[in-house]
C-alpha cells in the first residue's frame, strides 16, 4: 500500500485564485514529518512546507499553507493567490523512522499544477 | 554557495553498460539519498546513505550500487543488471538522517537515457 497519496494527477487554477492541493498518509508512527516540494519543468525539487506530527497549528509560508488534519491523516497543500511561476509538479512527502534510527523520506506520484492567466 | 551538484546532466547509455553519477555536496550534510522518477511514478528510493562508508538498500536497490568514501561525495552506479534504467536520477541530502524535521535538498538531477 501507498504510504502518500496524491489523488489528483491534474489541477488547473486561475491566476489570483486559491488552490488546494490534496494529500493523504498511512502511517502507525505517533512521530512523523510532512514536507511539500514543487519541481519546475527544470527537474530541481525545491521545498515549500513543514509540518510535524506534533504540531498543533497548521503551518505557513508566504502563500502557502497546510491544512493538517492528523486524525483523518491528510495534509493538504494550500496556495494562494496562484502565480503562472506555481505551475510546476508538487510532491507530499513523509518522513517516518526507519531502521537504524533514521527517517526516510518517502513520496507521492505527485500533482501537475497548471495556472492559466 | 553551498548546495547539490549532479553530473552529468544527460547521460546516453547503450545497453550492458555500467554508468556512474556523481553527487557532491558542499552543505556538510551527514545524510545522502539516490532517487529515480519515473513519469507518474514520483521518487522511488534507491539508496541511502546516514554517514561515511555506510549505506543501505531503498526500495528499488537492484541493479544499482554506491559507494560513501567521503562525506561529500555519494556516487550512484547503475549497472548492467539494471533492467530499465531510463529515468531521471535525483540526490538529495539532509543534515542528519535521524532528525525528523530536516528538508531535503537536492540537486538539478542526472538524466539517463539506454539506446
Known amino acids: 500500500a501507498q504510504k502518500i497519496t496524491q489523488t489528483q494527477p491534474g489541477m488547473f487554477v486561475q491566476e489570483k485564485e486559491a488552490v488546494t492541493l490534496d494529500c493523504t498518509y498511512d502511517?502507525?508512527?505517533?512521530?512523523?514529518?510532512l514536507f511539500w516540494y514543487k519541481q519546475p519543468s527544470s527537474g530541481e525539487m525545491i521545498f515549500l512546507i513543514y509540518?510535524?506530527?506534533?504540531?498543533?497549528q497548521n503551518a505557513t509560508e508566504g502563500r502557502y499553507s497546510l491544512n493538517f488534519q492528523k486524525a483523518r491523516k491528510s495534509a493538504n497543500l494550500v496556495i494562494s493567490a496562484s502565480q503562472l511561476g506555481d505551475s510546476a509538479m508538487y510532491f507530499c512527502?513523509?518522513?517516518?523512522?526507519?531502521?537504524?534510527?533514521?527517517?526516510?523520506?518517502?513520496f507521492g506520484r505527485g500533482t501537475s499544477l497548471i495556472v492559466h492567466p | 554557495d553551498g548546495g547539490i551538484t549532479q553530473s552529468p546532466k544527460y547521460l546516453f547509455r547503450k545497453e550492458g553498460q555500467n554508468v556512474t553519477l556523481s553527487c557532491e555536496q558542499n552543505?556538510?550534510?551527514?545524510?545522502m539519498y539516490w532517487y529515480r522518477q519515473d513519469p507518474g511514478q514520483g521518487l522511488r528510493l534507491i539508496y541511502y546513505?546516514?554517514?561515511?562508508?555506510?549505506?543501505q538498500k531503498g526500495d528499488i536497490a537492484e541493479g544499482y550500487s554506491v559507494s560513501r568514501e567521503k562525506k561529500e561525495s555519494f556516487p550512484l552506479t547503475v549497472t548492467s543488471a539494471q533492467k530499465n534504467p531510463t529515468a531521471f536520477y535525483l540526490c538529495?541530502?539532509?543534515?542528519?538522517?535521524?532528525?525528523?524535521?530536516?528538508?531535503?535538498?537536492f540537486g538539478e538531477g542526472s538524466r539517463l537515457t539506454v539506446l
Open positions: 509540518q510535524g506530527s506534533y504540531d498543533e
Open positions: 512527502a513523509m518522513r517516518e523512522a526507519a531502521s537504524g534510527g533514521s527517517y526516510i523520506p518517502t
Open positions: 502511517t502507525s508512527d505517533q512521530s512523523y514529518g
Open positions: 538529495a541530502s539532509t543534515v542528519l538522517a535521524g532528525v525528523l524535521t530536516g528538508e531535503l535538498f
Open positions: 552543505l556538510n550534510h551527514d545524510a
Open positions: 546513505s546516514q554517514i561515511v562508508n555506510d549505506f
